[in-house]
């Protein structure tokens, strides 16, 4: 194979030792703090009928447009690769009706966008994410946010900003997208190209864009808030209450929009400053979905999980610097090997994770093996040791050396 066809695709990495033990570990607090919501895990397929997204996320998105993996199978369907969660979810419940055992869901899992890769940017991602399925209650998005929040604090992640705002009830959109067009047609000369388009495809994006001219007539235009209905408003103060009842920090950000058609009332965005030009880390919102013959609201967020370990690196707070392996066996001739092996196996049949050099290397390269390996401890026998049934034990982070029965270094292991 030449060089360039043993490379990863552009954007899509291999995670290995040792990063793969920080994305074990942030997984593993995420699951522990959804149950503690009584979420439970939803694993969807990766590849879906592409209408699952185009219906859902919207013909006019940037995803929709450029960013989806699609291609035709063998039948001539058309797929698509999930470029988020919440689709793929919802066309679960859909299937689910009456009976879906849990509307409390939460997914991890790789999404697929092809986007231009740069740092915090990928085509193959990761997210994790919460959906609560139900009919609007702004405590619900207000525990969503929490939850969120909750998430971020326990993987040591401080200093996020949540910043919220609405966008009223899906049967206001037009109406509000058409306050702001009216707001927008004077300045028009002055927007961006791709704003221009967006005042007639998705005038809410053009709230979003970076270019500094566009965000200029941007703080000109009137208030979402004010554009809405009473009632709309009145649910928005609902969830703002529920969120300061709970103790929750955020701004109010009343130009902020979501990239997703799907989002009605309640949208928020989280960033953190350590992420440079990709700060947002994690997004949500309420959401009115049509799958099938049915309609699903729900509310729930995604977190991107690279920008939450680029945030965590950001601080040095990701390694624990904790030994992975307990044991490593070193043998001295063929005869230790053999009862190395057998000694190996019953170690890990006692629970201890240990391992060794199979191919009869010096001593000097299986010693090099144990510290690639950050074994705690290394386990020395050679002829002498096997014929008076003993062990030498070498604790690697002192260099303090003992010799050990055999019997004893099963127990002493179990201890470290
Ligand atoms: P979205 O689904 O677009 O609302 O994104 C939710 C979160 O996923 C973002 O805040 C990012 O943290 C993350 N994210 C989205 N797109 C990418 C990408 N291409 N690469 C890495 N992370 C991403």
Redesign the pocket.
């Known amino acids: 194979m030449s060089s360039d066809l043993i490379q990863s695709l552009q ?1 899509m990495s291999d995670i290995d030792y040792p990063e793969v033990s920080d994305w074990q570990r942030i997984e593993q607090i995420a699951r522990h703090i959804f149950s503690l919501y009584f979420f439970t895990e939803i694993r969807t397929p990766i590849l879906e009928r592409t209408e699952v997204f185009t219906r859902s996320i919207g013909n006019t998105t940037d ?1 929709v447009q450029k960013e989806m993996y699609t291609f035709q199978d063998r039948g001539g369907r058309s797929l698509t690769m999930r ?2 969660g919440t689709a793929g979810v919802v066309r679960y419940l859909a299937t689910k009706g009456q009976e879906a055992g849990s509307t409390r869901l939460y997914y991890i899992g790789p ?1 697929f ?1 092809a ?1 231009r890769p740069q740092a ?4 193959q ?3 994790c994410g919460v959906e609560m399925v139900g009919e609007p209650n702004p405590l619900a998005d207000a525990e969503c946010m929490a939850l969120q929040l909750h998430l971020l604090e326990a993987w040591g992640l401080g200093g996020c900003v949540l910043r919220v705002n609405t966008r009223g009830a899906s049967d206001e959109l037009p109406q509000v997208g058409a306050k702001l067009r009216e707001c927008l047609a004077q300045h028009s000369d002055h927007l961006c190209d791709d704003c221009r388009r967006r005042m007639d495809q998705n005038v809410f994006r053009v709230l979003d864009c970076k270019n500094p001219d566009c965000a200029k007539i941007v703080e000109q235009l009137p208030m979402i808030t004010d554009l809405i209905s009473p009632d709309s408003r009145e649910y928005f103060e609902e969830v703002i209450g529920a969120l300061d009842m709970l103790g929750v920090a955020y701004t109010h950000s009343p130009r902020l929009v ?3 058609d799907y989002y009605n009332h309640t949208i928020w ?2 960033s953190h400053s350590s992420l440079g030009a ?1 700060d ?5 919102g309420r959401y009115t979905i049509a799958a099938g013959k049915k309609s699903i609201s729900g509310v729930g967020f ?3 999980l ?3 370990l680029m945030a965590l690196s950001a601080g040095e707070r990701v390694s624990t610097g904790e030994s992975p392996l307990r044991a490593w066996l070193i043998s001295l001739g063929d005869v230790a090997r053999r009862s190395n092996f057998a000694m190996m196996q019953m170690l890990r049949s006692n629970g201890v994770d240990c391992c060794m050099d199979m191919s009869g290397r010096s001593m000097k390269s299986q010693m090099r093996s144990a510290n690639q390996a950050r074994a705690k401890f290394v386990v020395i026998r050679g002829g002498d040791e096997i014929e008076r049934g003993v062990c030498v034990l070498k604790d690697m982070k002192s260099g303090e050396q003992v010799e050990l029965g055999e019997d004893k270094v099963l127990s002493r292991l179990m201890q470290a």
Not at 120 to 123: A, T, V
């Open positions: 954007g995803i470029p988020e999404m966008r986007e915090g940017r990928k085509r991602f990761h997210q979501r990239g997703l965005e989280i990709q947002a880390l994690a997004g949500g995604a977190m991107g690279e920008r939450v």
